[in-house]
C-alpha cells in the first residue's frame, strides 16, 4: 500500500498527505522544519513524528532557524528533557548544527530555498552527496523524504491521486525539470 492508500482521512497523515507532502514551499521555516522532522523520523513512524508535530514545533522556537542556531548547552538539556520530543541527542545536536548550516547557506546564496534550488536537478544519489557534505544526519532516506516532501523529487503522490491535481496546479520543481527535459 501507497501512502495515497493509507493517509486519506487519517486524523494525522490526512491532512499532512492532502495539503503537505510534495507541495513545493520556499518559506525557510517549512523547510527546517521538515529538515529536522525527517531527521527525526529516522528509525521511527512517521505517525510518531507528525503527533509530536506541535512539541517539536514549541521546542525548536517555531522553527526560527536563528533561534534554533543559537542554542546552547542549556536547550540541549532542556530537549533531552522534553517527552513531548524524540529525546535523541544525535538528533537533537544534528538540528542545531543544520540551523547553523542554513545561516551559512543564507549568507552564500540568499536563502535555503535558492540553494536547493541552484541544485536543482539532480539524482538522488547527488543530493545525497551535497546534502551530506554540509549537513549533520543526512543519510539516502532522509534526504529523499526530505526533497520529495517539498517536491524536488517525484513520488510523493501515485499518479492516480486526487492530490496530484491540485499538486500538478503548482508545478512543483520536479515536474518543471520533467517538462525542460522533454524534446
Not at 551559512?104 to 545525497?128: C, L, N, Q, T, Y
Amino acid at each position: 500500500m501507497s501512502y495515497c492508500d493509507i493517509a486519506p482521512g487519517h486524523p494525522f497523515h490526512g491532512p499532512y498527505h492532502d495539503g503537505e507532502y510534495g507541495f513545493p514551499s520556499s518559506d525557510e521555516r517549512v523547510l527546517f522544519e521538515r529538515l529536522v522532522l525527517e531527521i527525526n523520523q529516522a528509525g521511527l513512524s512517521w505517525l510518531t513524528i507528525l503527533k509530536k508535530r506541535d512539541a517539536f514545533r514549541a521546542a525548536f522556537a517555531d522553527w526560527d532557524v536563528d533561534r534554533v542556531a543559537a542554542f546552547g548547552e542549556a536547550d540541549v538539556a532542556r530537549l533531552l528533557a522534553d517527552p513531548g520530543i524524540i529525546r535523541n541527542r544525535l538528533k537533537i545536536d544534528a538540528a542545531i548544527r543544520n540551523a547553523r548550516v542554513i545561516q551559512e547557506i543564507r549568507r552564500e546564496h540568499g536563502s535555503f530555498a535558492a540553494w536547493i534550488d541552484a541544485h536543482h536537478p539532480r539524482p538522488k544519489e547527488e543530493w545525497v552527496k551535497l546534502f551530506k557534505r554540509r549537513f549533520a544526519f543526512m543519510g539516502g532516506e532522509i534526504v529523499g523524504e526530505f526533497l520529495m516532501s517539498l517536491g524536488y523529487l517525484p513520488g510523493a503522490h501515485r499518479e492516480d491521486c486526487p492530490v496530484m491535481v491540485r499538486l500538478a496546479r503548482l508545478e512543483p520543481p520536479w515536474m518543471r525539470a520533467k517538462e525542460k527535459a522533454r524534446p
